[in-house]
Each structure stands twice: as C-alpha cells, then as structure tokens.
C-alpha cells in the first residue's frame, strides 16, 4: 500500500458543462486524513489467495437473484428470464451495425452464463496467464468481503478522486492535462471505432497486467482506464450540489445516505470510479479523474474491478 498525506482539494470538474457530466458539478472543498491506499487494483492472485483462505463464493458464481430490487414498489412484477437464471456475469458483445452509442447502449452487453472472475469472457475463458492483471466480475459485496479479510476497506468516492489527482489541481487525468503527452498512451483505454474495432493501439483489448503504465505523484497505478473500481459510496447525481451547500470545506464525506440513480430509479447503486478497458474517447470518457459511474451492487463485470484503502496513522 501507498500512503497518501492528508490535504485539501477541489473535488470535481470546473468544466462539466463542456467536458464531462452534470454530476461531476459543482466543484466544492474537500478535506481528508491521511489514508494508505492499494498501489495497484487487487489482482486475480491476489484474491485467488482471498477465496483459497475463506472459500468465498462470488455473485457471479450463484444463480442471480432479486435481492437489489425486494424494496421496489414493482418488486412483484420482477423476474429472472430462464435464459438468465444461471450463474454468469456481464461481458462484451459486438452490437449490430448501425448503432447509435448514445441510444443503444446495452446493444453492446450481454449477461454470459459461465462468465465471473475465474473465466472472464465465459467458461472457455481462464485467468492462468492472468494473475498478475486485476479481478473482474465481482459485485459490490465480493469487494467489501476481500476487503473485510485484509483488514482494509473500499475508498470513498473523494478518497479515490484524491488519491487519483495525485496532487494536481484541476487536470483531467492523473499524470497532467494532455490524454497522450509526446504520443504516449499511459492508460488501458479503447482505440479505433467504438464499439466495433478496438485497435489495441496501447498494447491491450481488454485488461492490462497491473503496473503497466508509469504511477501517478502517489506512486498509485491505473487509476485511469483498465478497470472501473467500486467504492463505499451510494451513487447520487446530486452529491456534490448537497455537499456545496454547506460552503465550507466537507471533512471525510462519506458520501450520501442512499442512492438514486434517475435512469433506474428502484435499482440501489454504488459509486464506480478511474474508467476502463472499454472507455474511448468518441463515448465514455470515464478515464477523467473527475468521471463518476455507478453501478447495481448485485452485478459485477468484465471491466469493473476494486483496489482498497486503510485508515490508519502513517
């Protein structure tokens, strides 16, 4: 783990309205204690070693369930499909022709039966000559188990965005201002024609081993592109317009007491942060150290890991 002094900082992005999204506004004060954090997003060996230890079953790995609906007021009129009532996780699939990213994007998803953390594109699929690259297709709850075992626990959202700035005020990504500086690719991102051809052009179609592209000020790894990583925090649009109300700097939010999310208003969702393989600069820009994603706490993902945090004194 790295440790990452206490400071103050503007947590979110001063041009949402150009480049970025609403609920990345308004920027506000934001004080925090110092933290250790994970220098890299935990590996597949890493919790290989979690599951050996205490033979933890993951999300993915059981039949799917209901539970992250029960309070629903349409509860009674949820279902599972038969042909999704195994267990499986979501992966990629290339969409049809002539799509329209902002509109279909589900087009390019599909819930794969076989898929989880041991076989990320699907049962035929296998992490052998994977260890050292980050933990996929885990739920929010498979995060908060690993973390509960290691004595550690998930960021919360400003936590990350600090620790992703690595001191720097106001640039999009962790090492400055520019995607490429002199041509460079210092993340794991989508290049070519989204979401159809992904050229590769930073050496990686999918996951890149941890430690691939230079740390950032903190020495932290991959905090743009590769995986999108959970946090503690429940997802609201309207967090940071809540916390800049207060007009003075907020010290340790812990983020809101419950989620909205008004695309899917009866689905609980935790905050996702840092982009991943799949973020291309002609749709989600979700790479920026500002970018803020969210997600169901019961589904994981073939792009969506974790890294963890200790609040402890240096």
Not at 22 to 51: C, I, K, R, S
Not at 108 to 137: D, F, M
Not at 211 to 233: M, Q, R
Request: with cysteine; proline share 9%.
């Amino acid at each position: 783990m790295v440790w990452i002094p206490g400071g103050t900082f503007r947590m979110g992005n001063p041009s949402s309205a150009t480049d970025g999204k609403p609920d990345e506004a308004p920027v506000h004060t934001v004080t925090l204690d110092g933290f250790w954090m994970d220098e890299t997003e935990v590996t597949n060996a890493q919790y290989a070693a979690f599951v050996e230890a205490t033979g933890h079953v993951t999300t993915a790995e059981k039949p799917p369930t209901l539970d992250s609906v029960r309070d629903s007021p349409r509860f009674a009129e949820a279902k599972i499909l038969p042909e999704f009532n195994h267990p499986g996780s979501i992966c990629y699939q290339e969409p049809p022709a002539e799509l329209d990213p902002t509109k279909d994007a589900y087009n390019w998803w599909q819930y794969k039966v076989g898929a989880n953390w041991r076989h990320p594109e699907g049962p035929e699929s296998t992490i052998v000559t994977r260890l050292e690259h980050p933990v996929v297709h885990l739920s929010w709850s498979d995060c908060v188990a690993y973390a509960n075992w290691a004595g550690k626990q998930l960021p919360t959202e400003a936590e990350w965005e600090y620790a992703a700035r690595g001191g720097r005020e106001g640039d999009d990504f962790p090492w400055g201002r520019d995607r490429n500086p002199d041509g460079k690719w210092l993340c794991n991102i989508w290049q070519g024609d989204f979401p159809y051809t992904n050229t590769g052009g930073d050496g990686f179609r999918t996951t890149a081993p941890v430690k691939t592209f230079p740390p950032n000020a903190f020495g932290l790894y991959d905090l743009s592109g590769n995986v999108w990583e959970w946090c503690a925090d429940w997802y609201r649009p309207d967090t940071y317009e809540l916390a800049a109300r207060r007009g003075q700097a907020v010290r340790n939010p812990e983020g809101p007491g419950d989620s909205y999310d008004p695309n899917e208003p009866d689905l609980p969702k935790k905050v996702q942060r840092g982009g991943s393989f799949m973020c291309s600069e002609t749709y989600c820009t979700g790479y920026r150290v500002s970018a803020r994603m969210k997600g169901d706490l019961d589904s994981g993902a073939f792009h969506t890991g974790f890294r963890c945090v200790k609040r402890a004194k240096k």
